[in-house]
């Protein structure tokens, strides 16, 4: 069993900041690629940046410039630095992970979703 456990969400001025971050803790055998979602009101869950285990990132063109992803492999935690935040950036946002999970046979390849965190930022 794995869990994901975002934080770091709330309310935000625009063009403030807030930093979320994504615990991963249970039979972990390795995490692989780790990434940010996000869902706003009656709209579709999209990607908002990705990390390898390698350290390679990947943003959408929305938050280019503005937002940073990390992880600290150490501690199997996945972070997102969220600047100069708009509006259009109030969403509730989902931590995910591709990795390799302990069972009985050894090791095998699991998607998991954190419950969100919800991030509102006013005008």
């Known amino acids: 069993q794995v869990q994901l456990v975002e934080s770091g969400g709330g309310l935000v001025q625009a063009g403030g900041s807030l930093r979320l971050s994504c615990a991963a803790s249970?039979?972990?055998?390795?995490?692989?690629?780790m990434g940010w979602y996000r869902q706003a009101p009656g709209k579709q869950r999209d990607l908002v940046a990705s990390?390898?285990?390698?350290?390679?990132?990947s943003y959408a063109d929305s938050v280019k410039g503005r937002f940073t992803i990390s992880r600290d492999n150490a501690k199997n935690t996945l972070y997102l630095q969220m600047n100069s935040l708009k509006p259009e950036d109030t969403a509730v946002y989902y931590c995910?992970?591709?990795?390799?999970?302990?069972?009985?046979?050894?090791?095998?390849?699991?998607?998991?979703w954190g419950k969100g965190t919800l991030v509102t930022v006013s005008s």
């Open positions: 249970g039979s972990i055998f390795r995490i692989n690629t």
């Open positions: 995910n992970a591709d990795l390799m999970s302990w069972s009985t046979s050894g090791p095998v390849p699991l998607n998991y």
């Open positions: 990390i390898t285990s390698a350290g390679s990132t």
